[in-house]
Every structure is written in C-alpha cells, then in structure tokens.
C-alpha cells in the first residue's frame, strides 16, 4: 500500500493549488478518504473528508467554501483543490486512509507575497 502526495508549493494569498494523492494497493473509491495538514507547532488538523458511499465530503469552518475534495477513479487518485489561500493555509498536506491508519508522505504548501 503507498499514498503519494504531489502539488504543493509556493503560492501567494488568494492564489490556488490541486494537490494529489495517488493510491496503490487498494481502490480509493471503496473507502473514505481524507486530507489533513499539520503546521508548524500545531496538532494534525482534518481539512477534508470524502466517503466512498455517495461520494458525500465533509470539510471544516476554516477551509468550507475554499477547498474541495475529489476522486478519480480510474487514476486511483484523489484530489484536494485549495482555492482564495491564506498564509494561515501553510503547513504539511497529507492524505489519509484511515480504514487502515496509512499516510502519505506529506506536500508542504506555503502561502506568502
């Protein structure tokens, strides 16, 4: 099994990344699937979630209406798209398949002018 996150970088505030999580040794869409983000001092925190009955997603105050999470299925990826960032939306990005507790490595995504 392997996660392997890809888009992070350097953006300036109100600008967009996508990030991706493509998945091996399982099928994404018959699992829920979540990104979280850790900054620097901070606890781990869940940015968003998307299930794999319905596809229905799930998102906190902080990033609702800002991000979306997305899959595709025949890639076996699944996607976190960060619209209008914020400097504060700088730290680690990581996806999470928490039936089986695995992690992907982590994407730094930095927000500055």
């Known amino acids: 099994v392997q996660l392997v996150e890809s888009g992070g970088g350097l953006v300036q505030p109100g600008g967009s990344l996508r990030l991706s999580c493509a998945a091996s040794g399982f099928t994404v869409s018959s699992y829920t699937m979540k990104w979280y983000r850790q900054a620097p001092g901070k606890e781990r925190e869940l940015v968003a979630a998307?299930?794999?009955?319905?596809?229905?997603?799930n998102y906190p105050d902080s990033v609702k209406g800002r991000f979306t999470i997305s899959r595709d299925n025949a890639k076996n990826t699944v996607y976190l798209q960060m619209n209008s960032l914020k400097p504060e939306d700088t730290a680690v990005y990581y996806c999470?398949?928490?039936?089986?507790?695995?992690w992907g490595q982590g994407t730094q995504v930095t927000v500055s002018s």
């Open positions: 999470n398949w928490p039936n089986r507790n695995y």
């Open positions: 998307i299930s794999s009955v319905g596809g229905r997603t």
